[in-house]
């Protein structure tokens, strides 16, 4: 067995070479990986703005009345020059002249006959300056980043209106086991319902993969060696579930090897998430996760998002932050590193959600994040401070 830190350097060296590129429309490049720095086209603001509905006065200029020489609305292009004693009334967004000191907000004016005067204008200048935000060439996203709704604003924002994006990496998913059934009138003695593929199908999708194969196989080594065959043709990434235990019946792991592919990670000090095979070749990479549903939710995260970021030059880490127990926890003391199911209580601590095990996927739903419990440890009192490691979902 190896520790998750080892399994994971193993993972960052074996992974080389990159999905191809293509430039697409900024609009729909969501979920997609950048190819190369965005550097912004255009200024922002591209003129000095109003950041108020009021008047705009020169800068030092001390007039106790002034006149008020035009209405700018946002959209005009505004006036030139502005006099001493001479005022334009502007709207948010409208362009200030030159030599415009502050705008002076509505609230604060009386106007009466074409001149205006001010009761106690705020210090403030009311003004957003040309450039202040983004100017031209600035960086605006870096390679790398993966889009969503802030990126494509600020992409459309500074002009830029394509992008080139890594090509969605392509997987398949393959559930594995003769008690596996899609549909519930199949459901017989013995069967379970298959919820790892549903639950990879929609893990890929929405870190945005695209699913090209889908299916569900029986233990059988010879199906399995030509499944794993296929979907290697036609898959960056090959996900399978099931199979790579110690079991009588776990053949996965010759079926990769009659494949091509080399087997460099096939136990890994965590639980779950101890049967984690990875294997890679010319064919292609191939993940064997285990068959219980919160070890393929938890090392999908853990390793199939890493190795889809290797993929893409996109970095991808499940967020680990610090927090304390809530109550003091005994425990059988393991010989693995631990995620345990938790929710966070609104004093911001970790309480371990009433969980029975790998397969019990239920209690993930009403969990905030799993508690990173070292191995070894029988007894922690309330208020000790533990690792917690959630992953994007958890905000749905
Ligand atoms: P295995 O790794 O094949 O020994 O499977 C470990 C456990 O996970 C067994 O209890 C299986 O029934 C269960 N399991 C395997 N595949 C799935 C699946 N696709 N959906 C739900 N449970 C599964
Ligand atoms: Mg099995």
Redesign the pocket.
């Given at each position: 067995m190896i520790s998750l830190e080892t399994a994971i350097s193993i993972l960052q060296d074996k992974i080389r070479g990159r999905v191809p590129t293509e430039t697409i429309p900024v609009r729909e490049a969501a979920g997609r990986i950048l190819a190369a720095d965005q550097k912004s086209k255009v200024n922002l603001p591209p003129f000095d703005k109003s950041a108020m509905d009021g008047y705009a006065i020169l800068e030092d200029d001390p007039s106790e009345t002034y006149r008020v020489v035009g209405v700018v609305s946002a959209g005009e292009p505004g006036i030139d020059k502005l006099e001493p004693g001479t005022t334009v009334k502007v709207m948010t967004g409208a362009p200030v002249p030159p030599g415009v000191g502050k705008v002076v907000m509505i609230e604060q004016a009386v106007e009466k006959d074409g001149y205006v005067q001010f009761e106690k204008p705020s210090a403030s200048r009311h003004i957003c300056k040309k450039a202040e935000d983004i100017a031209v060439g600035d960086t605006i996203v870096k390679a790398g980043a993966r889009v969503g709704p802030l990126e494509i604003s600020n992409l459309t924002g500074c002009g830029i209106s394509t992008v080139e994006v890594s090509k969605p990496v392509r997987a398949a998913v393959i559930?594995?086991?003769d008690?596996?059934v899609d549909s519930p009138s199949d459901l017989g003695p013995g069967k379970?319902?298959?919820?790892?593929?549903p639950l990879l199908c929609e893990l890929t999708r929405r870190w945005g993969l695209d699913v090209t194969l889908s299916e569900?196989l029986p233990?059988d080594p010879p199906k399995l060696t030509k499944a794993i065959q296929n979907a290697l043709t036609r898959a960056d990434i090959v996900l399978v579930?099931?199979?790579?235990?110690v079991?009588d019946?776990?053949y996965v792991p010759d079926a990769i090897r009659q494949c091509g592919l080399e087997i460099h990670i096939s136990r890994v000090a965590t639980k779950p998430g101890k049967?984690l095979t990875f294997a890679t070749g010319e064919k292609g990479i191939l993940f064997g996760l285990?068959?219980?549903?919160v070890a393929v939710y938890v090392t999908f995260h853990v390793y199939v998002l890493r190795a889809v970021g290797l993929l893409t030059g996109w970095t991808y880490e499940p967020k680990v932050f610090k927090i304390r127990l809530a109550k003091e926890r005994r425990q059988k003391p393991g010989d693995r590193l631990a995620f345990v199911p938790s929710r966070i209580t609104a004093e911001g601590l970790a309480e371990p959600v009433v969980y029975h095990g790998s397969?019990h996927i239920n209690a993930v739903m009403g969990a905030d994040g799993f508690l990173m419990i070292p191995a070894g440890i029988e007894r922690l009192p309330a208020g000790a401070e533990l690792k917690m490691m959630t992953f994007e979902e958890w905000s749905r």
């Open positions: 559930a594995t086991g008690e596996l379970i319902m298959n919820t790892n593929g569900v233990d579930s099931g199979g790579v235990s079991g019946f776990d049967p285990p068959g219980n549903p397969a």
